[in-house]
C-alpha cells in the first residue's frame, strides 16, 4: 500500500483560496502520474487535475481550468493543487490518488491508490 495524505482543506467564502497538499511516504513517486479527485455529496467522484510526475504536463477539468493549479515537489514526494476564485459548487471532499504509471488519467478508475480525502466547503 502507498500512503497517500491530503491536507488542507476547510471553510472558504466564494472568491477564496485553498491550497491542498498530498504527501507521498514509503517510495520515491518519480515514475508515477498524480491526480487529484473530487465528490460531492450524492454525486460521482470527478477529476480534477492530475500531473505527469517526471515531466510536470498537466491537464484539468473545464471546469476548473484557468483557477485551480496543479503542481508538485518532487524533492517532497508532493503534489499540491491550488485553487483561486472559489465557488460554492467547488464544495466536496477532494481525493489525492497516485497511479503506477507516470502518463496522467482522468478516470479514477485507472489510479491504484487513494488517500483519505480532505473536505473543502465554499460558502455563498
Known amino acids: 500500500q502507498v500512503p497517500l495524505v491530503e491536507s488542507g482543506g476547510g471553510l472558504v467564502q466564494a472568491g477564496g483560496s485553498l491550497r491542498l497538499s498530498c504527501a507521498a511516504s514509503g517510495r520515491t513517486f518519480s515514475s508515477y502520474g498524480m491526480g487529484w479527485f473530487r465528490q460531492a455529496p450524492g454525486k460521482e467522484r470527478e477529476f480534477v487535475a492530475a500531473i505527469r510526475w517526471s515531466v510536470g504536463s498537466t491537464y484539468y477539468a473545464d471546469s476548473v481550468k484557468g483557477r485551480f493549479t496543479i503542481s508538485r515537489d518532487n524533492t517532497k514526494n508532493t503534489v499540491y493543487l491550488q485553487m483561486n476564485s472559489l465557488k460554492p459548487e467547488d464544495t466536496a471532499v477532494y481525493y489525492c490518488?497516485?497511479?503506477?504509471?507516470?502518463?496522467?488519467?482522468?478516470?479514477?478508475?485507472?489510479?491504484?491508490?487513494w488517500g483519505q480525502g480532505t473536505q473543502v466547503t465554499v460558502s455563498s
Open positions: 490518488a497516485a497511479r503506477r504509471v507516470s502518463g496522467p488519467a482522468t478516470q479514477s478508475r485507472f489510479y491504484d491508490y
